[in-house]
């Protein structure tokens, strides 16, 4: 899946320091939140497949580089590029995500924006909208959770489609079961999934030896 990223109002929270202090002001400048950062790591690094592209004003500020070296080196590997500056007009940032998928040929691809202004795209698009004052928190990290869980899901399931034709044809009945069952309980099979494996992973002799 790919993430639309967001940056001010999401990882760099707004200031809520006297606009008079400028010490403080200027020490806080282009500083990204710890808190956010790390909740929005730590759901990331579960799903590695997951590829971030940044749409905030920052990559017209500093170049993807500098960006990168603000995150975790496991994360910045996930940063794929920028999205590309469309005309100012209404929904323009929804306008720069079409744009980059369209030139990278990507339109089939799943994605989610996160942004803290929701009037930046048309109402049904796949968006988590943070409060600017916290950036993303704990409700935001449990809307990416479960969209990146059921992107799983989805790609679990597409990927036993394509390998129907390698299955033996006395199980095709079960596998077929096995399809519509996801179609319709896709979230509960994929727990069920992870709990088998997490359970094997326990189960394996001398684990904690
Ligand atoms: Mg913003």
Redesign the pocket.
Known sequence: MYIFL?????LVTEDKIPITDLELLEANYAKFDQTALQEFENVIRQYPNTKIVIS?DWRTMFSLEEIKSRFSDDIAKLIVGVTPCAELQKFFRHREVLDYLESNHLTKEAWVAI???AEHFPKGTPLIVTN?YRGFDQPAAEKLTTLLQAQEAQSLKVKLHLQLDLVPEQKLPAVQWFLNHLETHGDSVLEALINASAAGEERRPGKNS
Do not use: A, K, R, Y
């Open positions: 967001d940056l001010d109002g999401v905030s942004d803290d202004i600017c």
